[in-house]
């Protein structure tokens, strides 16, 4: 069974640039959830979606997106880039939601992509 | 709001020793999950082991073990047998019942000597 796909794995990107992060969850997952890595913040929780919806949402500005397919691949988006967007961008997917009967869940985690922003 | 604190930044432990990593964590929830990963070099998060705050017994998963102790909300980690693969971050992670969002601790850096 192939585990929780995140693409690209490395990338590099300028101030004020966009830059879009891809996630395939395990087959038949259909939750995914998003996570920020910094060394100064540590792991922070973004936001999670589950059958195309946005279920919750960490504490981040409004630069920060995301979205899921029909498919359960999601994607984030985060525009206008800032130097401080420099992270390891973790992406998690497990089979139920928030609000449903989450107590045996869990969360699946993929390799992460690498941004730096110059 | 939840929070979690692991207050050893760095541990050190001999191969085929015993170590124990510490977790403390804060909330007023009745319903919650905790939860050790594991995160090598790779930087691929690996899922240690789980604890429902519900169950009295600490769960055991083969060299893993915890000591739950709900009253004092602290949850830390036991690796015994330690072997060079466990040198890694260590992080504790919460999670309120109802969500699947985690409230993960600083981490702790395990390295395995020789």
């Known amino acids: 069974k192939a585990g929780v796909t995140q693409t690209p794995r490395y990338l590099i990107k300028t101030r004020g640039q966009q830059v879009t992060l891809s996630c395939s969850p395990i087959s038949g997952h259909r939750s995914v959830s998003w996570y920020q890595q910094t060394p100064g913040q540590g792991l922070q929780f973004l936001f999670e979606?589950?059958?195309?919806?946005?279920?919750n949402k960490g504490n981040f500005p409004g630069r920060f997106s995301g979205r899921q397919f029909s498919n359960s691949r999601s994607e984030m988006n985060v525009s206008t880039l800032e130097l401080g967007d420099s992270a390891l961008y973790l992406c998690?997917?497990?089979?139920?939601?928030?609000?449903?009967?989450?107590?045996?869940?869990?969360?699946?985690f993929g390799a992460g992509s690498r941004l730096t922003v110059l | 709001a939840q929070t979690v604190t692991q207050s050893q930044p760095e541990m050190s432990v001999q191969e085929a020793e015993t170590v124990t990593l510490s977790c403390t964590y804060d909330?007023?929830?009745?319903?919650?999950?905790l939860f050790w990963y594991k995160q090598p070099p790779s930087r691929q998060m690996i899922l240690v082991i789980r604890?429902?705050?519900?169950?009295?017994q600490n769960a055991t998963e083969n060299r893993f073990s915890v000591n739950f102790q709900k009253a004092a909300k602290s949850f830390s980690l036991k690796i015994s047998d330690s072997q060079l693969g466990d040198a890694a971050m260590y992080f504790c992670?919460?999670?309120?019942?109802?969500?699947?969002?985690?409230?993960f601790g600083t981490g702790t850096l395990l390295a395995v000597q020789p």
């Open positions: 979606y589950f059958s195309e919806t946005q279920r």
């Open positions: 998690a997917s497990s089979v139920r939601t928030s609000g449903m009967y989450s107590g045996a869940n869990v969360l699946t």
């Open positions: 909330t007023s929830e009745s319903d919650y999950y």
């Open positions: 992670a919460y999670r309120r019942g109802a969500t699947n969002k985690l409230i």
């Open positions: 604890q429902e705050a519900y169950k009295q």
